[in-house]
């Protein structure tokens, strides 16, 4: 997505069904919806639980990642002069609510993942936004010993290391060059 017009093309052809992205083209589908997408990705390579209790618990885990990341994003689309004050609200929840929830998961269970004492989808989702805070502290972790443990462990998968290495298809952090290119393409104003 490189300009407003390579979205307004997809919506023209029909492509984007809500009009919308994100958009995945996986097994001769298109599949929208954020979660549609990961359900399905999850479902297909094992990453969704071994059964409908696992998944209620990977589904409510992720609603409070879901939670934590909607505020990570009012960082990246407020005015300027509302920044400082959007970091230190999303630093404060993170370190008061979402993070000790996350660590007091496992700390009841004692087990190296999240749910079922496997990698689901919820540990992969959990380390992207534990990334994304670290972004905006780098010490935010630091009261959290199993959260670090999990995001190294995750971190050393070997499939997940190269995607996070510099050149791999992950999003560098957001500068305000990126910002201003997705506000223009998503014709998105400041909130």
Known sequence: METSEDLEKLIKDGRL??????????????LVQSRAILNYIATKYDLYGKDT?????????????????EMMLQVVTCFPD?????????????KSRYLPAFENVLKSHGQDYLVGNRLTRVDI?????????????????????????LKSRISSLPNVKKFLQPGSQRKPPYDEKIIEKAKKIFKIQPS
């Open 17 to 30: 069904m809500f009009q919308q992205l994100p958009m995945v083209e996986i097994d001769g589908m298109t």
């Open 125 to 149: 989702h959990l380390l992207e936004v534990l990334l994304y805070v670290e972004e905006l502290d780098s010490s935010i972790l630091d009261p959290f010993p199993l959260l670090k443990a």
């Open 53 to 69: 209790k696992e998944r209620a618990l990977i589904d409510m885990y992720t609603e409070g990642i879901i939670d934590l990341t």
């Open 82 to 94: 509302q920044r400082e004050a959007k970091i230190s609200l999303a630093k404060d929840k993170a």
